[in-house]
């Protein structure tokens, strides 16, 4: 059996795995609560006599699933949570199904599922005793909130894996080298002394207040880290009435940058701001970590393998009438978007893809050694074993992730696209384990590039997964 094979096995689930998509779609479930999208998945590899692990990192809708034995062993990530309010029906106009319901605007309808197609696709290779090897498929709760990945990895689920694969629903189909910001995501409440505003506020210690100070001191801090750092925040809780002195407010901050030290310096700053804030309010603060990871390290190995699978899959074939509904949503899109998604691509393709709805053909790696502006918990699975990824054109060209017209494209054509990227991720799997060769100029990529920098999950001890947070 040879790649094209791989090829052909995924073909023949082609069925199979769109009406999974679809039912993915129409029941969309956000992080942590992906119970029926991931028991979609789960039965359908349980069918192809995978042998099933639920519950890993402490979370019911993480699971395993395995075939074969011995090495290498490749594992395919895969995702499945959906955003709030991104609720759309298959239309070129904002429409939700329901009004304020989650939607799968990232596509992650799409992720798992082309996932379990490709694992479905070597693990036939592996059976027919024409491979040697183990393929593994991992079922990532809660990747929107950077949650998932997080804490399976701080349980070592990863750490016996020769290589790693992922992709994304996106506007263009391209491996990916571009490197992602490590992050943390934290909370800081603050307790204060609950007074009537008018007629006794002296008696009362506003939390309000420390929430604002704290916020002051972050603009003066901003001036001070490196140009590439993000921090942003939003006040959760900040009071019920302006009469009354609140008693607690709550701010949530995200504090992103290129490295994972640069990350932690720029949190323990934010924390001794937050203290300083509660000092001069006389307020107490409580700091809660929610989650954190690393930045995306690209093994350009990998990466090498994956663009030569693109290449030899070819296009995704979408039809006139897949055209012209992108070429719909596409006009719902502004050109200033469409001029920004451009931003990275070589040159020579730009003013072909501006001049198209659907670009369907693989484009070469590029914006190698560049850092991106989001952040992503594939990075902590690139640190502990070599990883690859890629995009999928599954949405009309210039469209933005967690948006209605992703939504909506997610729903329709992109399932095509879902079938092209489960190819891509079982013929780059099927090479890898086929030559063991490339799986060692991997590993030595590997170390050359972490040195002695390794992994250490960002969770302090005793961080729970957090099952009360479900925004994007």
Known sequence: MTKTKVFEEVE???????TIAQQIWE????GLNEEESAQILIETLEEEDFDIESGLGEMPTAFRASFGEGEPTIGVLGEYDALPNLSQKVKAEQDPVENDAPGHGCGHNLFGVAGVGGVIGVKRAIERDELDGTIEFYGCPAEETLVGKVFMARDGVFDHLDAALTWHPADLSTPTLKRSLALDSI???FEGVAAHAAASPESGRSALDAVELLNSGVEYMREHISEKARVHYVITDGGTAPNVVPAEATVWYYVRAPTRPEVEHISDWLADIAEAAAMMTQTDVERRY????WDYLPNRTVTDVIWETMQEVGDVDYSDDDRAFASDLKDTISREQVTASLEDVPSE???KIRGTSLYDAPIPPHAEGEAGGGSTEVGDVSWITPTGQFRAATWAVGTPAHTWQATAANGDFGKKGAVYAAKVLGGTAYTLIDNPSIIEQAQEEF???TGEQSYETPLPAGTEPPFDITGS
């Open 27 to 30: 029941n969309p479930e956000l």
């Open 187 to 189: 909370q800081f409440t």
């Open 12 to 18: 023949r689930q082609r069925e199979q795995l769109t």
């Open 349 to 351: 393709f730009t003013e």
């Open 447 to 449: 170390d050359e590039i």
């Open 290 to 293: 929610i989650t954190g990871c």
